[in-house]
């Protein structure tokens, strides 16, 4: 730190990123991205876009806006976008949270939000999750506190019935309730058509998982108008040209080729279903996963172990130290092939404890 850093950061402990090692060719399944590249269509739009590089980027990202309304049934004024879905979330916690109205968001979930409240100096509480990781909604009703729940979690996988969702929501009305959807295509429920009905919520969602742009940047959120607009104020109050114009073209192409997309969440969850069945013969436990990632542990192996054997062996699946998730691993789903190297792998693993 330098004697000129802010004394209102000096404590703060950044986000730490899946790690992206160059030292090999990794088999990479620890950031939960998409295994199938962007579509000609997509890289075709990007490139067209750069040839008008010398120009800003829409400040209002419309035409993105309007494809990303069409698509879910919403006004365009009911839609922003973002430099991923991080920049929005950081935004709501600015527009919606303050030394008064505190946050709160289940203890194991998005390892962002306690960063993002750190960073913006509010207050926050953690609420446990039930021993096998569900959410107690009971724990979340009346709560007058800004939640932000992650539907379905990360990285438990774990997703929350719509009704459930609603009924929280409804408890809260004073307070915003923020659903971050970041992996709700491969399995989950939106929660975006409730926008109509509550006043009080906000949906995340990005373009990193299910619509393989995870290096182009670029997330949403949906919302009543006057919630988009509180969100809109803190993005033109930092960074307007948030969105850069080959990301603007890529996103709108790839709302084009909506077909494309679900083609490719439905592969993945059945590859998601097959790994789990292949690593549960091998004696794994896992949560009952709509995401495109597995949440494991084995009785026979602890985490940390199973992360750095898998590392040697060229697969990077990501492991935390945290008390209550350190003998799991998070595992992503890619292709079929790519999961049996897995499956494969951990089985000589296994194998060699013996
Ligand atoms: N929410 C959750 C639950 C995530 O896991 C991630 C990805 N790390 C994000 C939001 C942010 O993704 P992005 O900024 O790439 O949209």
New binding site residues.
């Given amino acids: 730190m330098s004697r000129f850093f802010s004394k209102k950061y000096s404590g703060l402990t950044p986000y730490v990123p899946g790690e992206q090692p160059k030292d090999m060719r990794y088999i990479k399944l620890n950031t ?1 991205e998409s295994p199938f590249p962007p579509s000609e269509a997509v890289v075709k739009a990007a490139e067209e876009a750069i040839r008008h590089g010398e120009l800003y980027s829409d400040p209002e990202c419309l035409a993105v806006r309007r494809a990303l309304a069409d698509r879910y049934g919403a006004d365009i004024d009911e839609v922003i976008v973002s430099n ?3 920049e929005v ?1 950081n935004f709501a916690f600015m527009a919606f949270c303050d030394e008064e109205h505190p946050a709160a968001f289940p203890d194991i979930t ?1 390892g962002f939000y306690s960063v993002f409240a750190e960073a913006n100096r509010i207050p926050y509480r953690e609420i446990p999750l039930r021993e096998d990781f569900t959410l107690d909604p009971r724990d979340y009703a009346g709560t007058r506190e800004t939640l932000f729940i ?1 539907n379905p979690n ?1 990285p438990t996988g774990i997703a929350l019935p719509l009704p459930v969702l609603r009924s929280i929501v409804d408890s809260n009305p004073d307070r915003v309730v923020v659903v ?1 959807e ?2 709700v295509d491969f399995g989950g429920e939106s929660a975006v058509p409730l926008i109509h009905e509550c006043p009080n919520l906000v949906v995340t969602g ?1 373009f ?1 998982k299910s619509r393989s742009l ?1 290096g182009a ?1 670029l ?1 949403f959120a949906f919302g009543q108008r006057e919630l988009i607009r509180d969100l809109d104020t803190l993005r033109n109050s930092t960074n307007p040209y948030n969105v850069n114009r080959m990301t603007l073209a890529a996103g709108t192409a790839s709302l084009a080729e909506d077909e494309r997309n679900r083609e490719n969440c439905a592969v993945i969850a059945e590859n998601r279903e097959r790994a789990a069945g292949q690593l549960k013969e091998l004696g794994f436990r896992m949560t009952d996963s709509r995401a495109n990632f597995l949440f494991a542990s084995h009785p026979r192996i602890g985490g940390e172990e199973l992360y750095r054997s898998l590392k040697s062996r060229g697969i990077l699946v990501r492991h935390w130290k945290s008390e209550r998730i350190r003998d799991h691993v998070r595992i992503t789903v890619g292709t079929a092939e790519q999961m049996d190297a897995l499956a494969s792998a951990v089985r000589d693993i296994l194998e060699e404890l013996t």
């Fill in positions: 939960n991923g879905s991080d979330l998005y992650a990360a971050d970041a992996y990005t990193s995870a940047r997330g």
